[in-house]
């Protein structure tokens, strides 16, 4: 899977809260900002460390900032507080027939397991390793799959004491177990981990237990050094070791927030940036691009809108820039309705006691009442369900501001970071090229792959050879042009991308894949064997062992297959692939039980039921093979062999009718498909039934008049 974004990220179904309200104090003298550099190094080792000795010297605030919902919002399953009812633990999935199941076990280790409705025997289950989201509206799994990290179907939804599937799972095409969580996805939902690479969604283990006190302040090894040596500014001074939001403007305040609760339709991070290090020191716009719609005016509320939202408000507006989230939040601390109304008295009360409150409603006067009941009321985010979030636009009367509903049919983008800084640099087109890919790969939006396309090869050809950036621009082009029907196209880009040592996990498979649709197999397989030297998974193995199937290197192909299969636990295709190769060596035993491997694995697996479908019909076992390809077709109406082979083996049962039926299908679905006519014909005269395979057979005379056994059939049933 191509690389998830914070947009996609809310299917965690897992997005922190805002830090609480909390009376606002008055603010330090600004200081000059602590700046990083352009490119920052990997987490110090000391980092972790440094995060766990902040308590040392401020244990207040690390006490109090462990219980917000940032400081739990990633932990292992085993240990933690049980908030969830596992009596009602269930969720049927309608659309694919599947049923998901949460449990607890005596040793306290969570499990997700998905079984098919009707399926007594067969049920697959993973472990929930960790839980991402605080529990205070959501609590979100992730397991692990051949050693990258995926989310589960199942979310709890807390308000509700629900559980549901999770944001994105209610779809046909719902990912199951194999949503891989990326590090994009980790940026926002936890504290900072490093990625491994190799493969998308492998991590250093274990993960950082939460957000930590280095994603407001920076790496802090330094600093503790500093006061570990009695070293430090006299008191009240900045001290350049540490990054204070406080202590800087309230843009920048406001930046650090906006590492994550800004809503984006795409995030990029600039050349020379990684998703899994980040320090707050560094200008958000030197980091990070959020992209939005031109069209959207900010008017959708949704579950990452805090910033866009209250930037509609007027109370942002006529602040001229000072109203920053910690106006309002205390990140270190839970918040009350008295931190809540003293946020808003800090603008809208007099210090006088029983001074007039700026505000009609006579409840007001009472201490007891918090303003933002009233002027930010809670309601249902568009995107994440069964959740109420803090509507952060500051109005009167809520829900009756008038504003037109978003475009969403624009294909154009907006910075939402770089605000009114224009995007025609070379960098910053080049990053709006790389968000209308994540538009049409991973949403799915077609009309962002012209204009991908388009940004891309304008970008890329004007840009100089030493610009940061140009591979990951040349092999999303090349990804591209490969879902456009252009492979030598693809080639060329994908080409270059490598000359310019591109970082991409996913970039051998990519290539590989071009350089086969242009005919190049040799190359292709190159490209995989090496990444197998590097980094071997079960799907290179698997495309490696279907490239030498297609020049018919059959023990290759063999061997390639046997090591796809040894590579994953997970995986049905392997060994699916394995059993068809049997079958052409003849190898009817071993094939069945390579095939019978597959369907525990994942028994809807489609080539699965279908070449057991064949091979039952094969070894004259009707009443099996039609028993795999209702199952088959049940999940796949369209798979054109799986209604030939019902047909004939419904045929072979006497099942006359219901074969009839079937051919009736496979000539809907294949009209020029032969055995559509001239098997539905046989069938029929074998059972006495001439005119219908006259009629069938003048049918086939229309639409396939070339086909001599058409002809040959007509003539041999006579007047």
């Given at each position: 899977m191509r690389r998830l974004l914070p947009a996609l990220l809310l299917g965690l179904a897992a997005c922190r809260e805002?830090?609480?309200?909390?009376?606002?104090?008055?603010?330090?003298?600004?200081?000059?900002?602590?700046?990083?550099?352009?490119?920052?190094?990997?987490?110090?080792?000391?980092?972790?460390?440094?995060?766990?000795?902040?308590?040392?010297?401020?244990?207040?605030?690390?006490?109090?900032?462990?219980?917000?919902?940032?400081?739990?919002?990633l932990a292992p399953a085993v240990g933690a507080a049980v908030i969830e009812d596992y009596e009602k633990a269930e969720v049927a999935h309608p659309a694919s027939g599947f049923v998901y199941r949460a449990t607890r076990d005596a040793d306290g280790r969570l499990w997700q397991e998905e079984r098919l409705a009707g399926e007594a025997t067969w049920v697959r289950r993973i472990e929930a390793k960790y839980i991402i989201g605080s529990g205070n509206h959501t609590r979100s799994y992730l397991g692990e799959v051949d050693g990258q990290l995926v989310q589960l179907p199942l979310t709890w939804y807390s308000r509700r004491r629900i559980w549901d599937l999770s944001p994105g799972y209610d779809q046909a095409g719902q990912p199951r177990f194999s949503?891989?969580?990326?590090?994009?996805?980790?940026?926002?939902?936890?504290?900072?981990?490093?990625?491994?690479?190799?493969?998308?969604?492998?991590?250093?283990?274990?993960?950082?237990h939460g957000i930590g006190c280095d994603r407001c302040h920076g790496d802090g090894a330094a600093h503790v050094a500093e006061r570990t040596a009695g070293k430090g500014p006299p008191a009240g001074a900045a001290d350049p070791s540490i990054f204070n939001p406080g202590r800087e403007s309230p843009e920048r305040q406001l930046q650090t927030c906006?590492?994550?609760?800004?809503?984006?339709?795409?995030?990029?991070?600039?050349?020379?940036?990684?998703?899994?290090?980040?320090?707050?020191?560094?200008?958000?716009?030197?980091?990070?691009?959020?992209?939005?719609?031109?069209?959207?005016?900010?008017?959708?509320?949704?579950?990452?809108?805090?910033?866009?939202?209250?930037?509609?408000?007027?109370?942002?507006?006529?602040?001229?820039?000072?109203?920053?989230?910690?106006?309002?939040?205390?990140?270190?601390?839970?918040?009350?309705?008295?931190?809540?109304?003293?946020?808003?008295?800090?603008?809208?009360?007099?210090?006088?006691?029983?001074a007039?409150?700026?505000?009609?409603?006579?409840?007001?006067?009472?201490?007891?009442?918090?303003?933002?009941?009233?002027?930010?009321?809670?309601?249902?985010?568009?995107?994440?369900?069964?959740?109420?979030?803090?509507?952060?636009?500051?109005?009167?009367?809520?829900?009756?501001?008038?504003?037109?509903?978003?475009?969403?049919?624009?294909?154009?983008?907006?910075?939402?970071?770089?605000?009114?800084?224009?995007?025609?640099?070379?960098?910053?087109?080049?990053?709006?090229?790389l968000a209308h890919t994540f538009l049409w790969e991973r949403q799915h939006q077609q009309p962002h792959l012209a204009e991908a396309v388009q940004t891309l090869e304008a970008v890329l050809k004007e840009a100089p050879d030493a610009m940061a950036g140009r591979a990951t621009g040349f092999a999303a082009l090349g990804r591209a042009y490969a879902r456009q029907g252009r492979p030598g196209d693809a080639v060329a880009a994908f080409e270059k991308a490598r000359s310019l040592d591109v970082d991409d996990p996913s970039f051998p498979e990519d290539y590989s894949a071009a350089l086969a649709a242009a005919g190049k197999l040799d190359d292709a397989?190159?490209?995989?064997?090496?990444?197998?030297?590097?980094?071997?998974?079960?799907?290179?193995?698997?495309?490696?062992?279907?490239?030498?199937?297609?020049?018919?290197?059959?023990?290759?192909?063999?061997?390639?297959?046997?090591?796809?299969?040894?590579?994953?636990?997970?995986?049905?295709?392997?060994?699916?692939?394995?059993?068809?190769?049997?079958?052409?060596?003849?190898?009817?035993?071993?094939?069945?039980?390579?095939?019978?491997?597959a369907l525990q694995r994942d028994l809807t697996h489609g080539?699965?039921?279908?070449?057991?479908?064949?091979?039952?019909?094969?070894?004259?076992?009707?009443?099996?093979?039609a028993v795999h390809l209702d199952r088959l077709l049940a999940r796949e109406p369209e798979a054109v062999p799986g209604w030939l082979l019902r047909a004939q083996a419904r045929g072979k049962l006497g099942r006359v009718d219901e074969a009839l039926a079937d051919y009736a299908k496979l000539r809907e679905l294949a009209p020029t498909r032969a055995e559509g006519y001239l098997e539905a014909a046989r069938l029929a005269l074998d059972h006495g039934r001439k005119a219908d395979a006259t009629a069938l057979l003048t049918l086939a005379a229309g639409r396939l008049p070339r086909d001599p056994r058409v002809a040959a059939m007509l003539q041999a049933l006579g007047p």
């Open positions: 805002a830090p609480p309200p909390a009376a606002p104090t008055p603010a330090p003298p600004t200081a000059p900002p602590v700046e990083a550099p352009a490119t920052l190094p990997p987490m110090s080792a000391d980092q972790a460390a440094a995060n766990t000795a902040c308590a040392d010297c401020h244990p207040d605030e690390v006490a109090s900032f462990a219980a917000t919902g940032m400081g739990r919002s949503r891989l969580v990326e590090a994009p996805c980790l940026f926002c939902h936890n504290g900072l981990t490093p990625a491994l690479g190799g493969v998308p969604a492998r991590f250093r283990d274990p993960l950082a906006q590492q994550c609760h800004l809503q984006a339709d795409a995030s990029v991070v600039h050349a020379g940036q990684r998703w899994d290090r980040y320090d707050p020191r560094l200008p958000l716009e030197r980091y990070l691009s959020v992209f939005r719609r031109a069209g959207d005016d900010g008017s959708a509320f949704t579950i990452a809108s805090h910033g866009r939202r209250l930037a509609l408000s007027r109370c942002a507006q006529e602040s001229q820039g000072k109203l920053a989230c910690t106006s309002c939040h205390n990140p270190h601390t839970t918040a009350t309705d008295e931190t809540h109304r003293n946020a808003c008295l800090s603008c809208h009360g007099e210090d006088k006691p029983g007039k409150l700026h505000c009609s409603d006579a409840a007001a006067a009472s201490p007891e009442t918090p303003c933002h009941r009233c002027h930010m009321a809670a309601g249902d985010a568009a995107d994440v369900p069964h959740v109420q979030f803090t509507d952060h636009f500051i109005r009167k009367k809520p829900g009756d501001d008038g504003r037109p509903p978003e475009d969403r049919k624009t294909t154009s983008l907006v910075d939402l970071v770089a605000r009114a800084a224009p995007l025609d640099g070379l960098d910053a087109r080049l990053r709006v090229g397989r190159g490209v995989l064997q090496a990444a197998l030297a590097r980094f071997p998974t079960a799907d290179r193995w698997l495309r490696l062992g279907m490239l030498h199937l297609r020049d018919g290197h059959l023990p290759a192909a063999r061997a390639a297959f046997e090591s796809a299969a040894a590579a994953t636990t997970w995986s049905p295709a392997p060994v699916t692939e394995l059993a068809a190769l049997l079958l052409r060596e003849g190898d009817v035993v071993g094939a069945r039980q390579q095939l019978g491997l080539p699965a039921l279908l070449r057991l479908g064949l091979l039952d019909l094969q070894t004259n076992r009707p009443a099996e093979a």
